[in-house]
């Protein structure tokens, strides 16, 4: 799987929009760019994830340049139970196991 | 929302003793798997299962073992818990379609003294 870079922090103000951005220069034709969160203590979550064309669910929406080297997940309004820490992953199409590796990630502190 | 529980969420237990951390998920998923994670660190796989009565050790060696009697369970069991097996065990389940989303349990949080 693909390298990606994240910045370790963030800061955002409740009720506007969180863009964490993330780089994964070195992904290749077949590999989905997944978004998962974790909050202290608690299982990670899974926010969204894509292959080329931007996407939106309930949580998050997902924007992939077009080249596919970059991407960022915004949260459109922020709230302070959103403050975790936020992984960028990139993953093949697996047909057999797969352990998830998500590196470092970015802390999201959403503040008041 | 994924719908996968473990119970119990916190334990404390004496060294020696064996325990059983419980697994369940309602998706009706085939792949099921079980990660071992300390506080601030990556996740570590420990074991998987494909299906019914198929298992397979994860990257990480463990002195665990897992069964999967039943599609929608996936129990742990240490035999003799050590003081080096303290840490957070999180249990995952995906649909095994071509995206293989795997969603996480609340996981257990282990102590052993």
């Known amino acids: 799987d693909a390298k990606t870079t994240q910045p370790p922090s963030m800061d955002c103000a409740e009720g506007r929009a969180a863009n964490l951005p993330c780089n994964h220069s070195t992904i290749s034709g077949n590999e989905y760019v997944y978004w998962y969160r974790q909050i202290h203590s608690q299982g990670p979550q899974y926010i969204i994830h894509g292959l080329k064309n931007n996407e939106t669910n309930e949580m998050a929406s997902l924007i992939i340049t077009e080249d596919r080297k970059s991407s960022t997940l915004i949260l459109p309004h922020a709230t302070l139970r959103d403050t975790a820490v936020y992984y960028c992953i990139v993953r093949g199409l697996s047909g057999s196991a797969r352990q998830l590796t998500f590196g470092s990630g970015t802390q999201l502190t959403v503040l008041p | 929302e994924a719908d996968i529980y473990q119970t119990p969420r916190y334990l404390v237990i004496g060294t020696g003793k064996k325990i059983t951390l419980e697994c369940s998920q309602t998706?009706?998923?085939?792949?099921m798997y079980w990660y071992q994670q300390d506080p601030g660190m990556e996740l570590h796989l420990i074991h998987y299962?494909?299906?019914?009565?198929?298992?397979e050790k994860g990257d990480l060696s463990s002195e665990s073992t897992v069964s999967r009697i039943r599609t929608e369970h996936f129990p742990l069991t240490l035999e003799s818990a050590r003081p080096s097996h303290t840490s957070q065990y999180l249990c995952?389940?995906?649909?095994?379609?071509?995206?293989?989303?795997?969603?996480f349990g609340p996981g257990t949080r282990l102590t052993v003294l």
């Open positions: 995952a389940s995906s649909e095994g379609d071509y995206t293989d989303t795997q969603y």
């Open positions: 299962s494909y299906g019914v009565n198929s298992t």
């Open positions: 998706m009706g998923h085939d792949k």
